[in-house]
């Protein structure tokens, strides 16, 4: 079988317009591919910096998957949400990312954006900070017919990954 060992960080936020950020992560993979060790989901601390537009997290990221076949290859599922002067928890953005299949270190910046609906929702957001979520955002990751959602850019998140690649050459994965 062929291995992929994935380790390394969720690195920061930049360009969001919030000043206190944190991020659920996880991991979605096809039926081909096993987790063998690590956690595939979790939740960055929150970060708070009301002066830089970069807010830092560092949280650890290491999973080791058994493969036969390159179809259904991880992705990284990111959700950001942030604390308003209240205390509320408010949804923010999404974000998708492939993993990189390619042995090495990789710097990979996850563009993320919300959806906004139609004029009224679009108010919620602005004025109570109600933005729309989807049901089962698991979806963003083994999907591709999103588009026809209207959507509006948000902030990046930056994903720092070392990849190892072991038996990739056995099955017709060259690298």
Same mark, same amino acid.
């Given at each position: 079988?062929?291995? $992929?060992?994935?380790?390394?960080?969720?690195?920061?936020?930049?360009?969001?317009?919030?000043?206190?950020?944190?991020?659920?992560?996880?991991?979605?993979?096809? @039926?081909?591919?096993? #987790?063998? @060790?690590?956690? =595939?989901?979790?939740?960055?601390?929150?970060?708070?910096? #009301?002066?830089?537009?970069?807010?830092?997290?560092?949280? %650890?990221?290491?999973?080791?998957?058994?493969?036969?076949?390159?179809?259904?290859?991880?992705?990284?599922?990111?959700?950001?949400?942030?604390?308003? =002067?209240?205390?509320?928890? #408010?949804?923010?953005?999404?974000?998708?990312?492939?993993? %990189?299949?390619?042995?090495?270190?990789?710097?990979?910046?996850?563009?993320?954006?919300?959806?906004?609906?139609?004029?009224?929702?679009? +108010?919620?957001?602005?004025? +109570?900070?109600?933005?729309?979520? $989807?049901?089962? %955002?698991?979806?963003?990751?083994?999907?591709?017919?999103?588009?026809? $959602?209207?959507?509006?850019?948000?902030?990046?998140?930056?994903?720092?990954?070392?990849?190892?690649?072991? =038996?990739?050459?056995?099955?017709?994965?060259?690298?």
């Amino acid at each position: 079988m062929a291995e $992929l060992h994935v380790f390394g960080q969720i690195e920061s936020a930049e360009s969001f317009k919030q000043s206190s950020l944190f991020c659920k992560w996880s991991f979605h993979s096809g @039926n081909g591919w096993k #987790l063998i @060790n690590g956690n =595939n989901e979790g939740q960055t601390q929150e970060c708070r910096d #009301l002066y830089k537009k970069k807010l830092t997290w560092n949280h %650890p990221v290491d999973l080791h998957y058994s493969t036969q076949t390159i179809q259904g290859s991880p992705k990284i599922l990111i959700q950001v949400y942030s604390r308003d =002067n209240y205390g509320r928890i #408010l949804f923010i953005a999404y974000g998708t990312s492939c993993v %990189p299949l390619i042995p090495g270190y990789h710097e990979i910046k996850c563009h993320t954006w919300k959806p906004i609906g139609n004029w009224q929702d679009r +108010l919620r957001d602005k004025f +109570l900070g109600i933005t729309l979520q $989807l049901k089962s %955002p698991s979806l963003l990751a083994n999907s591709t017919d999103r588009f026809e $959602l209207l959507t509006e850019t948000e902030g990046i998140v930056n994903i720092q990954l070392h990849i190892m690649c072991k =038996n990739f050459d056995k099955f017709g994965c060259l690298m």
